[in-house]
């Protein structure tokens, strides 16, 4: 892998996803061979929000991942860095809040959302353990995050094939369905390159997250991690808080209980 081609500048990651965005949820649907509405649909349950909740979307892209809130009556906000992404989703659901945002300096006030998602977007932001900590810090006490993104498979031979797939299968796809056959080689590039489920997990515990505990899908594919905000913070985070983060992390393969 070039190492050198996943050091981009936020704004060239920006221009790279405004290009594609008006064909990226079909291409995702073709490159995912359809489980990317599967996977949606887990990162929703996991939520486990309702009517009077405020929901955060981050990397909401062209807001297909904000739609299901939406329709449930949820008060969600789709934020993401393109404005190219966010131009379609408004085009075609002018209904949900989109907002233009870094992640890693959201604009949004402290203790403002009752959850906050992020799905298959952590791995383009430049300084992720930043961005969780500015997730912890706009998410309400005792709210909740859940995180999905692609991950390591867990049987090893399942994962040579799937490293096979994105590094050769799927760029030669995106040649012929996207708009920008470039940016996809770039998008595979960056899921080799992603830490495992248990990186993942300890960066969460690391930057003040509590009770973490993920989920595999499709054998590994993608995590879905899920982890809760103290009840009640206090300045260095209290002797609990501590204890938590640094405690093991569940692996939980059926469910993400409460």
Known sequence: MN?????????????????????????????????????????VEAMEVSKGQRVLDLAAGTGTSSEPYADAGIDVVACDFSLGMLKVGK??????????????????ADNT???????????????????????LRVTKPGGRLVIAEFSQPVVPLWRTMYTEYLMRALPAIAVKVASNPDAY?????????WPDQD??????????????????????????????????S???GGAAA?????GPVAKLRRNITR
């Open 91 to 108: 085009r075609r659901r002018p209904d949900i809040d989109f907002i233009a945002g870094d992640a890693t300096n959201l604009p949004f």
């Open 113 to 135: 959302f009752d959850a906050t998602t992020i799905s298959f977007g952590l791995r383009n932001v430049n300084e992720p353990k930043k961005a969780l900590q500015e997730m």
């Open 185 to 193: 080689v770039y998008l595979a590039e960056s899921i080799r390159a």
């Open 3 to 43: 190492r050198a081609s996943l050091d981009k500048r936020p704004d060239e990651v920006a221009t790279m996803f405004d290009d594609v965005a008006p064909k990226y949820d079909v291409v995702n649907d073709v490159l995912s061979m359809g489980q990317t509405r599967r996977w949606r649909k887990v990162v």
């Open 199 to 232: 990186h993942l997990a300890s960066w969460l515990q690391e930057t003040g997250w509590e009770n973490v505990t993920y989920r595999n899908l499709t054998g590994g594919i993608v995590a879905v991690h899920r982890a809760f905000k103290a009840p009640e």
């Open 242 to 246: 501590i204890a938590a983060r640094k």
């Open 234 to 236: 206090t300045p260095d």
